[in-house]
Structures are given as C-alpha cells and as structure tokens.
C-alpha cells in the first residue's frame, strides 16, 4: 500500500549542498501528490538539526556534505531521531562503503545518477520501511554483512513461503516486485514481512536477511 492510498503524506527533508540541484529536487518532490517537502539543509549539521526539529518521515542525505559528511550526519539521526529514516544519495558504490551506511542506520542508498521517477520510487519504500538497495549490490552487501563464516545449518522458525518472501529481499526486489513474483497482492508481501520481522525479533529487511543467512536458512548468491 503507497502513503497516497493510506491517505498519509510522506514528509521528506532534502540534505544537499547544491542549492540549485536542492530547490529543483524539492519542486519535484513537493508537486507528489503522497509527498511534502518539509525542510531543506545545505549543510550535515543543519541536517541534523533540522531532521531533530522536524521529524521528517524521509531524509534524503547526499553523501559529500560539508561541515558535516553525510555518514555522520546519518549515524547521528538515527540516533536522535527515531522514526527519521534516511536514503543516502552517493557517487559511491564500493561494497565497504555502502555497508558502512548502512550500519549507520541508513535504510538504503542509490547512486546519483538514479532518475527523478526512482528517486520519487524509493523514498515511498523507504518511507513504507523496505531497505532501499540497487538489486546488482544488494546480495553482496547483505552476504559482507552476514559474515564471511555462516554458522551454519540450524532450525527455523519461517514458513516456506516466508523464506521464499525472505530470498527475494535478498535480491533486492521491493514488495511490489515480490508481490508479482509470487503472484500475490503487496499487503500479503506486507504480512508475510511482519511475521518474519516478529519470529527473528528484527526491525528491517537487512537485519533479517543477515539472521537467516547466519544461520545458513539463505546461502549468498
């Protein structure tokens, strides 16, 4: 279900040091009908401080910030404001670099380049909760973050159809996409996570993926 059929209004913040890339970004997102853009920061610290006034459901955090860079600013928000999630925006995408965002409690990133319409895409999943990774890096990343060793083999508590729902996160594909693979709607998607979420006692996609693969329930492509 996206915030337009829920009837909610994503509130965003845009962290971006250009002004003019900023300004054209926010007419963009403010024009979404699901969408409002809440407040604008040049700087990491003003990120920060205006993410901590504000309560923006989404951030939108370029990565090259002055003052303060975009990882500390993320480390710091998710921190001080829960229920803050942040999309890191990054001309880089070497495996180290992406997993250290997303230990800093990012929920996902997508390089620069990315177009307007899987920007607009993105922050409506992350708003929704899903982590936010390109599909060509996202089992890469969650294998790095599992841990070279695996524990191996031990009982699970999923379903058969959880960890089928469970492989596809792996692979980056967002509920909708899940919902096509398996033929069925996004709000089954939606509960099969919960139920995941709920018998792992994790929060997110990436926590629960690491679990499963630790314990050998997922093997990293």
């Given at each position: 279900m996206s915030a337009l059929d829920?009837?909610?209004?994503?509130?965003?913040?845009?962290?971006?040091?250009?002004?003019?890339?900023?300004?054209?970004?926010?007419?963009?997102?403010?024009?979404?009908?699901?969408?409002?853009?809440?407040?604008?920061?040049?700087?990491g610290e003003e990120a920060v401080a205006l993410a901590k006034a504000l309560r923006p459901d989404v951030v939108v955090m370029d990565i090259a910030?002055?003052?303060?860079?975009?990882?500390?600013?993320?480390?710091?928000?998710?921190?001080?404001?829960?229920?803050?999630?942040?999309?890191?925006l990054t001309a880089r995408e070497e495996e180290r670099y992406v997993v250290q965002l997303l230990?800093?409690?990012?929920m996902g990133y997508l390089p620069k380049t990315v177009g307007?319409?899987?920007?607009?895409e993105a922050i409506r999943a992350v708003a929704q909760g899903e982590s936010v990774l390109p599909?060509?890096?996202?089992?890469?990343?969650?294998r790095h973050l599992a841990g070279e060793e695996l524990t191996g083999e031990e009982p699970r508590p999923l379903t058969d159809r959880e960890l089928e729902v469970l492989r596809l996160a792996a692979?980056?594909?967002?509920?909708?996409?899940?919902?096509?693979?398996l033929y069925i709607?996004?709000?089954?998607?939606?509960?099969?996570?919960?139920?995941?979420?709920?018998?792992?006692?994790v929060s997110s996609r990436t926590e629960a993926v690491?679990?499963?693969m630790r314990r050998g329930w997922i093997r990293p492509e």
């Open positions: 829920s009837g909610k209004v994503i509130n965003v913040l845009l962290a971006e040091d250009h002004a003019v890339v900023r300004e054209a970004t926010a007419e963009v997102v403010d024009h979404q009908p699901d969408m409002r853009v809440v407040g604008q920061a040049g700087t910030m002055p003052r303060l860079n975009g990882l500390e600013a993320t480390r710091r928000i998710t921190a001080e404001c829960p229920g803050c999630r942040v999309l890191v230990q800093a409690g990012a307007l319409d899987e920007l607009l599909p060509a890096v996202a089992a890469v990343v969650v692979e980056g594909l967002t509920n909708y996409d899940i919902a096509q693979r709607s996004v709000r089954t998607v939606e509960a099969h996570l919960t139920h995941i979420y709920n018998k792992l006692g690491v679990h499963a």
